[in-house]
């Protein structure tokens, strides 16, 4: 079998996953990264999720790497896209004039951007990267992982490292190696959260979303009637107020039952959008909520239509956890049925704006997305495995109602910052949003450091966080601010000989690598200001 050999192995190609390889290598060290989908980036890429970002991003709260990703995706498209002189000129250009992120772009623009962020390492030989490709085994001795096997389409190959990093969605590596880790709700005896049940909840998960695009064009462009579109017609679940696939839902925040306004290309002017968490989640107007592009932005003939991203309450899985149990794989599949559903709903029997009934011009833009059948590739997984690790985030960490003036924890061990309300969506053990107001936090070393485990270290969504924290600490950039934390950390432990825990528990060490991290731009400590 073919065996590949690295100073650093990143098993997950989303957002945590390239930046920790990009950490790792402006290191100077050797990288395989792996990937099972045809893109890199994850929730902002194969997943098409828009970023989900603190209300400050464009001053502070985000990682120079991160800040970088942004700057490229703009000039990505002042550089290759025909805009108008207005939008070439607007300092902070929002492709889609989306209502969720002061940056809702097209998908394909951020892989080409990854793309070249990566592209000097590949070209040296520094970097190999693996594509498609997913962990099925791993070989353990002691406490430390010595080889990770993953398949693809033209076999089997064994990756070795003396780092093993976790960027999967799901946290795979985590069962495969025996490291120890947590799914779905702790009890409130274990953690202490105002918020938890009295007893543990494993398997009850987030929502899982199979996102699409779509614009809204002259003729038909109904597709044809999915099979279970009977079943999910009529599903309603008990705390919604209405049927799944209806305009009426619960509100996040206030779990009020709300109905939600659907215009296709409204006559707007994205320029004049603000997208700020602070006053408003944005999602009063499906269509505007995460468009990622606005037709009004590009020269005139450029777009027929907007492109609207559809990561909306209906299309929120809620029969069963997408991993950790037998029928996942069908789970899996049925989340795509439903998203399908949604679309023909929509198209066909949808109550319109104007009193009629359906939608027939929604066009799904599987070229937007990289997919043959209209939809993401890859499923949007809000919440993975997370490690049992020597410090876990917990609810009384970051909430404001339990914080106050005081603001989140400020941690000895700081390796990064990250800023969201704890946003909880509905979940596979029937549970209705969980929306709390944050303060904003930081991300202690102890989360990304297993308790037993010497050489794997989570760079995603597996950190050291609780299902409720999981919540705030799962949005792009934090994600990406993990994933470079714990990247950067390997690096450091290969040149000082030392290992993680030592690097946490040793003073000296733990300022030597917290100045590396401020040398190439991440923050430790958020300015005075107050959460939401």
């Not at 009850?204 to 009977?230: E, K, L």
């Not at 009426?248 to 206030?254: A, G, K």
């Not at 659907?262 to 994205?270: A, E, G, I």
């Not at 104007?354 to 990289?370: K, S």
């Amino acid at each position: 079998m073919h065996e590949i050999h690295a100073d650093a192995v990143v098993v997950g190609g989303g957002l945590g996953g390239v930046a920790a390889a990009l950490a790792l290598l402006r290191a100077g060290r050797t990288v395989v990264l792996s990937e099972e989908f045809d893109w890199l980036g994850g929730q902002l890429t194969s997943q098409a999720v828009p970023p989900d970002e603190p209300s400050w991003v464009e001053n502070f709260g985000v990682t120079a790497s991160y800040r970088a990703l942004r700057d490229g995706i703009r000039r990505y498209y002042r550089e290759h896209y025909p805009l108008t002189e207005a939008a070439r000129a607007a300092r902070e250009f929002n492709p889609g004039g989306g209502n969720v992120s002061r940056l809702c772009h097209e998908p394909r623009v951020a892989v080409a951007v990854i793309e070249a962020m990566l592209a000097r390492y590949r070209g040296s030989g520094m970097l190999r990267v693996l594509q498609p490709y997913r962990p099925v085994a791993a070989t353990v001795d002691g406490d430390r992982v010595t080889s990770v096997t993953l398949r693809g389409d033209a076999g089997e190959v064994v990756v070795t490292g003396a780092y093993i990093l976790d960027a999967t969605e799901t946290g795979e590596l985590l069962p495969l190696t025996g490291t120890e880790y947590v799914t779905g709700f702790e009890a409130q005896a274990e953690t202490g959260e105002p918020s938890a049940p009295a007893e543990a909840q494993p398997l009850n998960m987030q929502a899982v979303s199979v996102c699409f695009a779509m614009d809204h064009v002259d003729g038909d462009h109904t597709i044809d009637r999915p099979a279970s579109y009977g079943f999910w017609r009529d599903y309603q679940p008990s705390f919604w107020g209405d049927k799944l696939l209806s305009w009426r839902c619960p509100n996040p925040r206030t779990l009020e039952v709300m109905e939600r306004s659907f215009t296709p290309n409204p006559d707007d002017d994205p320029l004049a959008v603000l997208a700020d968490q602070r006053i408003s989640p944005g999602d009063g107007n499906l269509w505007t909520f995460r468009r990622i592009a606005a037709r009004r932005n590009f020269l005139p003939g450029a777009y027929a239509s907007d492109i609207t991203l559809v990561n909306w309450p209906m299309i929120d899985y809620l029969e069963g956890p997408a991993f950790g149990v037998p029928d996942a794989a069908g789970h899996l599949a049925a989340a795509r049925e439903l998203s399908k559903s949604v679309l023909y709903w929509m198209q066909t029997e949808a109550p319109r704006h104007d009193g009629g009934t359906g939608y027939p011009g929604l066009r799904p833009r599987g070229d937007v997305t990289g997919s043959a059948d209209g939809l993401a590739q890859a499923p949007y997984i809000r919440e993975s495995r997370r490690i049992r690790a020597l410090y876990t985030v917990t609810e009384q960490d970051l909430s404001l109602a339990v914080r106050g003036d005081k603001g989140a924890v400020s941690y000895p061990d700081s390796v990064g910052i990250g800023m969201y309300r704890i946003d909880l969506h509905p979940s596979t053990g029937g549970d209705n949003y969980l929306d709390v107001a944050c303060s904003p936090f930081e991300i202690p070393l102890g989360a990304l450091i297993p308790q037993r485990v010497a050489n794997l270290l989570p760079a995603s969504k597996n950190i050291g966080t609780t299902h409720i924290t999981n919540g705030a600490y799962r949005l792009h950039p934090v994600e990406w601010n993990a994933g470079e934390a714990a990247g950067a950390l390997a690096a450091f432990c290969l040149d000082r000989a030392a290992t993680p825990h030592a690097v946490r528990e040793d003073e000296t060490l733990l300022a030597d690598f917290q100045h590396r991290l401020t040398r190439d731009g991440v923050s430790l400590r958020w300015p005075e200001i107050v959460g939401y």
